[in-house]
Every structure is written in C-alpha cells, then in structure tokens.
C-alpha cells in the first residue's frame, strides 16, 4: 500500500468513525489529484497550520550506530611511533522516515516530545553533543583519527492531523512515521564507543611528508 493510498484510507476510517460521534455531519473523499504527500502533512504539523499529535509511540531497542570520524587527522612523517592528545566533537541529530531531519527547536520536535514524555516518562533529545580528548598513537607513515559509534534508537508512530476546515476533502489525515535519534549512553545496556583508528598514507599524502614545512614532523589537518 503507498503512502498515499495510507493517508486516504486513514483518512475515510477516522471520518467514518468521527461521523458516528456526531462530530463531523459529512465526508467528502478527495479526488485522486487531491491526496497531500506525507511531506505536505508534516509540513503543516512543523508549521502549526494542522493541529497535530504523535499517537501510540513505540520505543525499539537502542541499538549502536555506524562509527564515524570525529576529530582531525594526525599524520606522522617521522621514523618512531608518535602519540599525540587530541580533541573530538560529535553531534548527532534525528531523522523521520516521512521528513528527513528533525530540526531542534522546530515544532515536530516538540510534539514528539511531548508525546515520548507522556508515555514512557523518557525525556527524548533529537540531537546530543559530547566532547572529549583522547591520546592518538601513530606509527610512521599512518594518519591517525578517532572514530566514534553513538547509541541510537528508533520511534515508531503514527502523526494524527486535525485541521479546523477540511483540507485535501478531510478534518483529520493519518501518517505513519519512524523517527530515529541518539538515546542516552547505557540505553538498553548499549554504550558510545570511542576508539582509535589507522591507516597508510595514500601517494599524495606521502607527497605532505615531503614538503619542507611538513617533513620529520607530526602534524594535524582536516579530513
């Protein structure tokens, strides 16, 4: 079943149900030119344009993300081993299946929130930042970095729309959504993973060894 074809059946079976509750007096299907994207849903919930609720969110098991760079590269152009402490940052933010990126401070950030909140009693972020320094040990001739893995885990719900007058032939729209997000180190026994990782030199960064600013030295650089 598409997306679009989820939103009209959700659609019908509320207004259906709605009718019954004397709430709404009729239903007009939509034509077929009609039916909003899940985008165009969400965009009004962002904007505040369709009243909006995060119905029934489900937690999944925190689970660790795929590691990646997160300081700068240490090169060592000398003959011996060379260590060196180095600084790291890593911000991790959200996404949803329907929207791309949480935005923080944005209003569907809030809504599912508030939503998280008043089920699980969980203060759910959609970005975390940690920093930190670790000692980078580099043999000659290998760049250097530190690679980090962060605790991630997934929502699943349904957005429920409301809007004062019907839009797209309909007060209320229904969006299935999985959101994923960096959960709180130690979640389900899952933690942050912060290691030390090497290579060898490709050609052209042998051709950085060779420069006289650079030679017999250990030095840093952006990826």
Same mark, same amino acid.
């Given at each position: 079943?598409?997306?679009?074809?989820?939103? *009209?059946?959700?659609? *019908?079976?509320?207004?259906?149900?709605?009718?019954?509750?004397?709430?709404?007096?009729? %239903?007009?299907? %939509?034509? %077929?030119?009609?039916?909003?994207?899940?985008?165009?849903?969400?965009? /009004? =919930?962002?904007?505040?344009?369709?009243? =909006?609720?995060?119905?029934?969110?489900?937690? !999944?098991?925190?689970?660790?993300?795929?590691?990646?760079?997160?300081?700068?590269?240490?090169?060592? =152009?000398?003959?011996?081993?060379?260590?060196?402490?180095?600084?790291?940052?890593?911000?991790?933010?959200?996404?949803?299946?329907?929207?791309?990126?949480?935005?923080?401070?944005?209003?569907?950030?809030?809504?599912?929130?508030?939503?998280?909140?008043?089920?699980?009693?969980?203060?759910?972020?959609?970005?975390?930042?940690?920093?930190?320094?670790?000692?980078?040990?580099? @043999?000659? !001739?290998?760049?250097?970095?530190?690679?980090?893995?962060?605790?991630? $885990?997934?929502?699943?719900?349904?957005? $429920?729309?409301?809007? /004062?007058?019907?839009?797209?032939?309909?007060?209320?729209?229904?969006?299935?959504?999985?959101?994923? !997000?960096?959960?709180?180190?130690?979640?389900?026994?899952?933690?942050?993973?912060?290691?030390? @990782?090497?290579?060898?030199?490709?050609? /052209?960064? @042998?051709?950085? =060894?060779?420069?006289?600013?650079?030679?017999? @030295?250990?030095?840093?650089?952006?990826?």
């Amino acid at each position: 079943m598409t997306m679009k074809h989820t939103l *009209r059946y959700g659609s *019908r079976t509320l207004a259906l149900a709605v009718t019954a509750l004397g709430v709404i007096t009729t %239903a007009v299907p %939509a034509a %077929a030119g009609e039916q909003p994207t899940a985008e165009q849903i969400m965009a /009004d =919930c962002a904007s505040g344009e369709g009243k =909006c609720g995060f119905n029934s969110p489900q937690l !999944g098991k925190a689970y660790l993300g795929e590691p990646r760079q997160v300081s700068e590269l240490l090169f060592n =152009c000398t003959e011996s081993p060379a260590s060196q402490s180095m600084s790291w940052a890593d911000t991790v933010g959200s996404s949803h299946s329907v929207g791309g990126s949480v935005t923080v401070g944005g209003g569907i950030e809030g809504i599912i929130t508030a939503s998280v909140t008043a089920t699980y009693n969980y203060t759910w972020q959609s970005s975390r930042t940690e920093t930190s320094s670790f000692t980078v040990t580099v @043999k000659p !001739g290998e760049v250097g970095w530190i690679s980090r893995a962060q605790v991630m $885990q997934q929502i699943s719900g349904t957005w $429920q729309t409301h809007y /004062d007058d019907p839009k797209w032939g309909h007060y209320y729209w229904f969006v299935p959504d999985t959101v994923t !997000g960096p959960a709180p180190n130690g979640t389900d026994g899952k933690h942050s993973a912060v290691v030390v @990782k090497s290579r060898s030199m490709t050609a /052209d960064e @042998k051709k950085l =060894c060779a420069r006289d600013s650079t030679r017999n @030295k250990v030095f840093t650089r952006s990826s």
